[in-house]
T-cell receptor
Framework: ETGVTQSPTHLIKTRGQQVTLRCSSQSGHNTVSWYQQALGQGPQFIFQYYREEENGRGNFPPRFSGLQFPNYSSELNVNALELDDSALYLC????????????FGPGTRLTVL | GQSLEQPSEVTAVEGAIVQINCTYQTSGFYGLSWYQQHDGGAPTFLSYNALDGLEETGRFSSFLSRSDSYGYLLLQELQMKDSASYFCAGEGSSASKIIFGSGTRLSIRP
């Protein structure tokens, strides 16, 4: 059974640029959630996708957008990057009906200069 | 709004028992989860309480009291590898489905 994977592991961008982060869910999981984690803080919920539809969104501006594909892999897109977007971005997948139990990927460390 | 409060730091001795508390304010609360995160790593699921009471998984136990909006994680027979940050997380029915606490950093002394 393959766990949750994310790419890239590290990324450096400049302010104003756009970035796409990718996530492959654990086998059999049709729900994926994205989180932003600043240093020393808990993960902040960005949004969740279920069967290719957004299924809940946290307090993030529209420049944070996402996609989920038929194979349940997912993308997080961030436009017009700001310095405060520098963080660890985590995706987590969960099996049908078990969003309380999430399996996290290793994360993508994004640095915005 | 929704929020979960945890102590920021806890220190304990190897072999001892430690309890990490979590109080919450959420609407449409479904249950409380606990995650462990080592420095530089991803959060790892530890336990979930949907109902009041104690759930035991090996050295780790988790407790929930809905009437008190309170839960805790209990770690027994502490080992040095248990040094990590521990997060409680609440699943609610609002648009922000999963809310994490700010985390408790557990340091274990020999």
């Amino acid at each position: 059974e393959t766990g949750v994977t994310q790419s890239p592991t590290h990324l450096i961008k400049t302010r104003g640029q756009q970035v796409t982060l990718r996530c492959s869910s654990q086998s059999g999981h049709n729900t994926v959630s994205w989180y932003q984690q600043a240093l020393g803080q808990g993960p902040q919920f960005i949004f969740q996708y279920y069967r290719e539809e957004e299924n809940g969104r946290g307090n993030f501006p529209p420049r944070f957008s996402g996609l989920q594909f038929p194979n349940y892999s997912s993308e997080l897109n961030v436009n017009a990057l700001e310095l405060d977007d520098s963080a660890l971005y985590l995706c987590a997948s969960s099996a049908p009906g078990t969003s309380d139990t999430q399996y996290f990927g290793p994360g993508t460390r994004l640095t915005v200069l | 709004g929704q929020s979960l409060e945890q102590p920021s730091e806890v220190t304990a001795v190897e072999g001892a028992i430690v309890q990490i508390n979590c109080t919450y304010q959420t609407s449409g609360f479904y249950g409380l989860s606990w995650y462990q995160q080592h420095d530089g790593g991803a959060p790892t699921f530890l336990s979930y309480n949907a109902l009041d009471g104690l759930e035991e998984t090996g050295r780790f136990s988790s407790f929930l009291s809905r009437s008190d909006s309170y839960g805790y994680l209990l770690l027994q027979e502490l080992q040095m590898k248990d040094s990590a940050s521990y997060f409680c997380a609440g699943e609610g029915s609002s648009a922000s489905k999963i809310i994490f606490g700010s985390g408790t950093r557990l340091s274990i002394r020999p």
